[in-house]
């Protein structure tokens, strides 16, 4: 279904970042080549799905794109009941792309999708909550009412996973962990001129924050803890429970 992505292979002024219909087209070979980790993550859904998600409650995918995770992770609730789990991007593009693609599977867990804004959606008896790469798109001053709310609409024992491109606080390790990423770009394909018009346009668009601010946050929030579940290069998924 993905198309190669080539959006920045041709010299132009780069546009700020957005999930446009070009962007829908060849996301799943765009966050492939780009986050590193990416596959990893989405291996490891069914495993976490199977160990924390409750009988007879919600799940939400925030920020669903295609509905990667959202597909990864049912296939670990074959032997849990009565779970509905709810998609949501503001992407139309993306929603667009995401109901022909899991249109071609079959599951005991349907996945409803829904366009809006994640800051917008009611939580509601979940017992796991995904934000994966959402946050770093969301105005930072609206961060915290969001993670508030979530975890308001969480279940006893719930958890929430959290995937971010971080902020390195060091600006040597900074700055070697940035070209350590550039090379696992350059080794995907990806030109010199395609990785600097890529971060040209998410420049003030996607805005990192530090491993440190994010567990803060997460603690002011309501979560009793919040821990690196997987990490590469600057790339972090942290599990924060209830």
Request: charged residues 20%; contains cysteine; hydrophobic residues 45%.
């Amino acid at each position: 279904m993905s198309q190669r992505d080539q959006i920045y292979a041709a010299a132009h002024h780069a546009a700020p970042f957005c999930f446009d219909a070009r962007v829908a087209a060849v996301f799943p070979d765009m966050i492939r080549r780009s986050v590193p980790g990416y596959e990893l993550i989405l291996q490891s859904l069914p495993w976490l799905a199977a160990r924390v998600v409750q009988p007879h409650s919600n799940v939400y995918d925030l920020g669903c794109s295609l509905g990667a995770s959202a597909h990864a992770l049912r296939h670990g609730l074959d032997n849990t009941p009565g779970c509905h789990i709810l998609a949501v991007d503001n992407s139309a593009a993306m929603l667009a792309r995401a109901e022909e693609w899991l249109s071609g599977f079959c599951a005991n867990t349907p996945i409803e999708l829904q366009c809006a804004d994640v800051l917008d959606v009611p939580i509601d008896n979940a017992s796991l909550v995904m934000l994966n790469f959402t946050l770093q798109f969301i105005p930072q001053d609206q961060r915290l009412g969001l993670l508030k709310r979530i975890r308001t609409g969480m279940r006893p024992g719930a958890v929430l996973l959290l995937s971010e491109k971080i902020a390195i606080e060091d600006e040597p390790l900074a700055q070697l962990i940035t070209e350590l990423h550039h090379d696992f770009k350059r080794a995907q394909g990806y030109s010199e001129l395609e990785i600097a018009q890529k971060r040209q346009a998410l420049e003030n668009v996607l805005i990192p924050e530090t491993l440190s601010a994010h567990q803060e946050r997460l603690r002011e929030a309501g979560f009793a803890a919040a821990e690196v579940w997987l990490q590469h290069t600057r790339f972090v998924s942290l599990l924060a429970r209830v």
